[in-house]
């Protein structure tokens, strides 16, 4: 698989608060190539918010919509030699599927890093997020994923903010003719 081939995808995962999609779209605007949000497409697939169809249809069919539209992400990717930018939710690669789809279409994953404690802060505020129920819970569901997260191409330290972070992503090397 060719370089350029290999970068189609470029997808930043990371726990809830870690800054994936404010990061993706700055990114994607300093590269000039597409930015594709997966909760937007989601939520746009479904007419609900992400709390409502929680809510309403509950996890397991979010999980559905979720890997469906991935698919959809993937397939429009494989049709364009053009890198495209996907902030993915913070449990997809969580979901072994999404994980195999993504691989198999030659993604980068990139990991943004953040501390607990920063992503609690972070988090407290916002009431959009069903699965920040309260601290204990978020702290075990971290645990849980952080292997997971392990397993992404490159890893980035998102504590600080989105512009640095774009910074170092862009200092990985990963995108040709583009410098530091
Ligand atoms: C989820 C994270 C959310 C959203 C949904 C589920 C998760 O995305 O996809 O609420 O399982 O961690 P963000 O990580 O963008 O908040």
Redesign the pocket.
């Known amino acids: 698989m060719s370089e350029i081939r290999a970068r189609r995808l470029v997808c930043l995962t990371?726990?809830?608060?870690?800054g994936?999609?404010t990061t993706a779209r700055l990114l994607a605007s300093q590269l000039g190539c597409p930015n594709i949000d997966?909760?937007r497409r989601?939520t746009e697939a479904a007419g609900l918010s992400?709390p409502e169809i929680?809510a309403r249809k509950g996890e397991a069919e979010?999980r559905r919509l979720?890997t469906t539209q991935l698919a959809r992400i993937v397939a429009e990717a494989s049709e364009s030699q053009r890198p495209r930018i996907v902030?993915?939710?913070?449990?997809?690669i969580?979901q072994p599927q999404n994980l195999a789809l993504l691989r198999e279409n030659g993604a980068t994953l990139i990991w943004l890093r953040c501390s607990i404690e920063e992503l609690l802060r972070r988090c407290a505020q916002i009431t959009d997020?069903?699965?920040f129920r309260d601290e204990p819970s978020f702290r075990r569901?971290y645990e849980e994923?952080l292997p997971t997260y392990e397993l992404a191409d490159y890893h980035v330290d998102s504590r600080t903010e989105p512009a640095r972070v774009v910074e170092q992503i862009i200092a990985l090397g990963i995108f040709p003719g583009v410098v530091v």
Do not use: C, Y
């Open positions: 990371g726990f809830m608060g870690s994936k999609s997966l909760d989601i992400i929680f979010f979720e902030s993915l939710g913070g449990g997809t969580a997020r069903p699965l569901l994923r």
